[in-house]
């Protein structure tokens, strides 16, 4: 089991940053790729960003590169989301999860997920 506890979410002015970070506990942390998806309301979840568990590759969704980061930092059990130029469309919850398989942007393959952090930008 790995429990992942979200935080750092809040309201932004658009154009603002936020970094998110995702707390694991339980089983080893660096086993895992950790990801970050998010679900706006009436929306399907969207992936956002992953990071594989040992190289730290990373892979990013077309409408979020250039302004967020992902990276983790393994003896904290940490992934964090770095967020810049925030836009209003970027408003969502957003949910870290964490995957056994390797760097995947697919939500079926990750096995655990965090309860989510609300990210609310205004215009």
């Known amino acids: 089991q790995v429990q992942l506890v979200e935080s750092g979410g809040g309201l932004v002015q658009a154009g603002g940053s936020l970094r998110l970070s995702c707390a694991a506990s339980?089983?080893?942390?660096?086993?895992?790729?950790m990801g970050w998806f998010r679900q706006a309301p009436g929306k399907e979840r969207e992936f956002i960003a992953a990071i594989s568990w040992g190289s730290g590759n990373t892979v990013y969704a077309d409408s979020v590169k250039g302004r967020l980061t992902i990276s983790r930092d393994n003896a904290k059990n940490t992934v964090y989301l770095q967020m810049n130029s925030l836009k209003p469309e970027d408003t969502a919850v957003y949910y870290c999860?964490?995957?056994?398989?390797?760097?995947?942007?697919?939500?079926?393959?990750?096995?655990?997920w965090g309860q989510g952090t609300q990210v609310t930008v205004s215009s």
């Open positions: 339980g089983r080893t942390f660096s086993s895992y790729a």
């Open positions: 999860a964490a995957s056994s398989s390797s760097l995947t942007i697919r939500w079926t393959r990750y096995e655990y």
